[in-house]
């Protein structure tokens, strides 16, 4: 079993900057894949950024790249997600997540088996 709980959430106003903070325990050392998740009202839970902790590999959505940057402090067992020049179409509720599972689509919510309880970020223009 894993446990998250993420932080950092807030209002900006757009072209603003938001870190989300995601603090793990339990059995960590087990995951494979690590993610942001998002979902707006009356939208589907969508993938933001994933990475593998053991390799570093990193993976974004299109429409976050080069604003959004996913980063780990393996000492720490906290995942970040730096969010740049966000956009009212980023608000959203933020989900971190992980799961033990080595081969899965990476924004694909199904593959991942442990969820934090949700940040929510909105952005105003």
């Known amino acids: 079993q894993v446990q998250l709980v993420e932080s950092g959430g807030g209002s900006v106003q757009a072209g603003g900057s938001l870190r989300l903070s995601c603090t793990g325990s339990?059995?960590?050392?087990?995951?494979?894949?690590m993610g942001w998740f998002r979902q707006a009202p009356g939208k589907e839970r969508e993938g933001v950024a994933s990475i593998a902790p053991r390799s570093g590999a990193t993976f974004y959505r299109d429409s976050v790249k080069g604003r959004f940057t996913i980063s780990q402090d393996i000492t720490t067992k906290i995942l970040y997600l730096q969010m740049d020049s966000l956009r009212p179409d980023d608000s959203a509720t933020y989900y971190c997540?992980?799961?033990?599972?080595?081969?899965?689509?990476?924004?694909?919510?199904?593959?991942?088996?442990?969820w934090g309880q949700g940040t929510q970020v909105t952005v105003s223009s």
């Open positions: 997540a992980c799961t033990p599972r080595d081969h899965i689509g990476v924004f694909n919510p199904s593959s991942f088996s442990y």
């Open positions: 339990g059995d960590t050392a087990s995951i494979e894949f």
